[in-house]
């Protein structure tokens, strides 16, 4: 069968599982019914970047599933089964049912101390590789304290555990490994809980809500993040920089799930809220590795922009962005606005500049190219439609991220 047809006829049956018409699916990816109808009769080809992804994330189909060639998106994470291995080991379990069992010997606090500030400075800078090495043994040894040491110290190495598992879910997020992530922060919830510390629950609900958007699961992502964001409204005093921050970051999660769910009534709503708690904090700041503040929000609203197809709207507030607000080392979130650019003038058939934007963002984190869905997603439809003399540098790059 014609790889075109077979494309649209998986899109129709993905519809109509769903239970959408070609008028409301059509509506939601910005496309008219005509074009639809022609897609699904093997008529008319997609070449859109954002309208395949969109496609992909309500129907619930692989964005592979919906190109003329399937193509393996992902690079392996190497360190993710360390880290599975890790969290399946259940260090020091024994000690909490025969107390006199002694299983290894406790790492200091301060060590550990040391240890979480690393893998997440390691974090921001997009150096996965580097804290995938360093997890699974951070894991083991705050499981191990959190059950093993004395009754005194047990909220300290709890606090630690949760702020660990925080810096695990996070990457294993960015590196295409949400079931594990999810698992990584349900137990950073639990520690939280632990510690009787209300603003690392906070942060786990922030490392939650995001997990559940790569899970496709936008409205539970709502719903966790709003929950915490409404507590932590009523509980923090706005003295504190500290809780405002973490409320503003978690209304950065609810507009990147609300975007996810095509609402841009709410995505506004959200990135107004948001942008009231920067003004009001006044700073960058990067509270539990947050990093919340004035230039974020922009950031997420050119996200969010692209999200909803708006090519035009995301690259005009880029002009407005200026990046050298961040901190140094959070080379993660200059990084996502080359990437998210790319994907704004590959909607606009800019490919030149979109290979350009993926060049800066490979300068500044190679990892994030590499192990990103989406920009690896941009990759292959760019090289479905290359032209060598515009876009000369677009084979290496691929090859660079595993593609070509």
């Given amino acids: ?51 395949i992804s969109a496609l992909a994330e309500i129907l619930g189909l692989p964005v592979d599933e919906l190109t003329a060639t399937k193509t393996d998106t992902m690079t392996q994470y190497r360190a993710a089964s360390a880290i599975r291995q890790a969290m399946m080991g259940y260090d020091g379990l024994a000690s909490l049912i025969d107390p006199r069992h002694v299983e290894g010997s406790l790492e200091s606090l301060a060590w550990l101390r040391h240890e ?74 639990a520690a939280a809980e632990e510690a009787e510390r209300p603003l690392l629950v906070a942060v786990s609900a922030y490392r939650l809500g995001y997990v559940f958007v790569r899970l496709r699961e936008p409205d539970r992502a709502l719903q966790v993040v709003l929950r915490a964001a409404d507590a932590l409204n009523r509980s923090s005093r706005r003295v504190d920089p500290r809780p405002l921050s973490l409320l503003g970051a978690l209304h950065l999660v609810a507009v990147t799930a609300a975007a996810a769910r095509y609402d841009q009534a709410a995505v506004r709503t959200f990135l107004e809220r948001a942008r009231q708690t920067a003004e009001l904090i006044g700073e960058e700041r990067n509270d539990f590795w947050t990093a919340f503040g004035p230039a974020n929000v922009t950031i997420h609203e050119i996200s969010a922009a692209v999200e909803a197809g708006d090519a035009r709207q995301a690259i005009r507030k880029s002009e407005a962005l200026n990046t050298d607000d961040l901190a140094t080392r959070l080379v993660g979130r200059r990084a996502q606005v080359h990437l998210d650019l790319a994907r704004a003038y590959a909607v606009q058939r800019k490919d030149a500049a979109a290979v350009n934007m993926l060049l800066e963002a490979e300068r500044l984190s190679p990892e994030l190219v590499r192990y990103g869905s989406r920009p690896r997603d941009l990759l292959t439809q760019l090289l479905k439609r290359e032209h060598r003399a515009s876009t000369p540098q677009l084979r290496g790059l691929a090859t660079r991220a595993g593609i070509a």
């Fill in 1 to 51: 069968m014609d790889a075109r047809k077979e494309i649209g006829q998986r899109i129709a049956r993905a519809r109509r599982r769903r239970g959408l018409s070609q008028v409301v699916l059509a509506g939601l990816i910005g496309r008219s019914e005509s074009w639809l109808s022609q897609v699904e009769r093997g008529q008319r080809p997609m070449d859109s970047h954002t309208v």
């Fill in 116 to 189: 979480v500030r690393r893998v997440n400075r390691l974090y921001q800078a997009t150096n996965y590789d580097d804290v995938g090495r360093r997890l699974p043994g951070l894991i083991v040894a705050t499981e191990l304290g959190s059950r093993h040491a004395p009754v005194k110290h047990r909220r300290a190495y709890q606090t630690l555990r949760s702020l660990t598992y925080h810096c695990t879910t996070t990457t294993l997020r960015r590196v295409g490994e949400a079931e594990l992530g999810w698992m990584a922060a349900d137990r950073s919830l």
